[in-house]
């Protein structure tokens, strides 16, 4: 059975920074490409970044490069999602979602403009969601 579970949300000022965990269950981020998604409260879901980390690619959707990274854990199955410089825009439900690598998910994804559909499609393993307040 695959899993991922987020975390890590709270609370944080305007200009702060949060790191957000996602940690895998049966499999490893070496054979799964790793996204972040976030649903602000009202809004459709949106695409942060997709990444394979075995060779280290990152798509970043374009309103989030230079403020969100992604890193790997100590483990072969977590990663972090970091943010800075956060805005109040930025508050939402953080998703972490994986893919098989071996279907491209990353490049099917970032390069349809983040479609949800096929966010669905090529990510099929979501977490539950991690809430992230970022205070004016």
């Known amino acids: 059975d695959v899993q991922l579970q987020a975390s890590g949300g709270g609370l944080v000022q305007a200009g702060g920074s949060l790191r957000l965990s996602c940690a895998a269950s049966g499999f490893t981020f070496d054979d799964y490409a790793i996204s972040w998604f976030r649903q602000a409260p009202g809004k459709e879901r949106e695409g942060v970044l997709c990444?394979?980390?075995?060779?280290?690619?990152?798509w970043y959707a374009d309103s989030m490069k230079g403020r969100f990274s992604i890193s790997k854990g100590s483990t072969k199955n977590t990663v972090y999602l970091q943010m800075n410089s956060l805005k109040p825009e930025d508050t939402g439900v953080y998703y972490c979602?994986?893919?098989?690598?071996?279907?491209?998910?990353?490049?099917?994804?970032?390069?349809?403009?983040?479609?949800?559909?096929?966010?669905?499609?090529?990510?099929?393993?979501w977490g539950q969601g991690t809430l992230v307040t970022v205070s004016s």
């Open positions: 990444s394979t980390i075995s060779d280290g690619s990152t």
């Open positions: 979602a994986a893919g098989d690598q071996r279907s491209s998910p990353c490049t099917n994804v970032a390069g349809t403009a983040w479609a949800l559909h096929n966010a669905y499609r090529y990510l099929p393993v």
